[in-house]
């Protein structure tokens, strides 16, 4: 399975809230989306990675952190993003 490069320029095209915005929660919610669907990926051909499997269980917790401080900070804007991203169905 060739590895696929994570395009964070059109991540952050699609989620930023002005045209000079790459820090903003959501932006980095969207790139530690992505790097979390291409480690799951990474994890079905290589089931003995373990290191990696930890940088994954680190993401994981980064991006849950940052969706609770929007969920409490601004909601609206949290829902947008789940949707967009297809989070909690």
């Known amino acids: 399975m060739p590895k696929k490069k994570i395009d964070k320029k059109e991540i952050i095209s699609s ?3 002005h045209k000079t915005d790459v820090g903003s929660s959501e932006v980095q ?4 989306t ?3 669907k ?3 990926t990474h994890f079905s051909t ?3 990675d373990k290191h990696s ?5 680190k993401l994981i917790t980064r991006r849950k952190k940052l969706l609770e401080y929007m969920s409490k900070k601004e ?3 949290y ?3 789940l949707e967009q991203l297809g989070l909690r169905k």
Not at 53 to 57: A, E, Q, R, Y
Request: proline share 4%; aromatic share 4%; no cysteine.
């Open 15 to 17: 989620l930023q809230k």
């Open 79 to 81: 829902r947008k993003v």
């Open 75 to 77: 909601p609206s804007i």
């Open 53 to 57: 499997n930890m940088g994954l269980s």
């Open 46 to 48: 290589n089931k003995k």
């Open 29 to 32: 919610v969207g790139i530690l």
């Open 34 to 36: 992505e790097r979390i």
């Open 38 to 40: 291409y480690l799951t």
